[in-house]
């Protein structure tokens, strides 16, 4: 059974740090690309970050690119999204996600998704 569970989120002040992480089972990650994605209340779910297997492409959206960072760790068939600089606007679920072959940020190409972790920046 395919499984995606994310883990690592909180109440953090501003310009606090956080990592994410999304264990995966199931499946192997050799050739899926795995995203990050944030739901912020009463928003759509966008594109944070996406990681292509097996070579390790990374991409980002354009408001995160710079304080967030994304990396696997096939051993443990997880995925990571380390977040530092943390700010007001980056508060919501985050949630990962799977799709085969190459990344895309938009979550209409992605079939199989986790619970969620939520993340609060506040001061």
């Known amino acids: 059974q395919v499984q995606l569970v994310e883990s690592g989120g909180g109440l953090v002040q501003p310009g606090e740090s956080l990592r994410l992480s999304c264990a995966a089972s199931?499946?192997?990650?050799?050739?899926?690309?795995i995203g990050w994605f944030r739901q912020a209340p009463g928003k759509e779910r966008e594109g944070v970050s996406c990681?292509?297997?097996?070579?390790?492409?990374?991409f980002y959206a354009n408001s995160r690119r710079g304080r967030f960072t994304i990396s696997r760790d096939n051993a443990k068939n997880t995925v990571y999204l380390q977040m530092i600089s943390l700010k007001p606007e980056d508060t919501g679920v985050y949630y990962c996600?799977?799709?085969?072959?190459?990344?895309?940020?938009?979550?209409?190409?992605?079939?199989?998704w986790g619970q969620g972790a939520q993340v609060t920046v506040s001061s």
């Open positions: 199931g499946f192997a990650l050799d050739y899926y690309a």
């Open positions: 996600a799977r799709r085969p072959g190459t990344c895309r940020l938009d979550k209409v190409y992605f079939a199989s």
């Open positions: 990681i292509e297997m097996p070579i390790g492409n990374t």
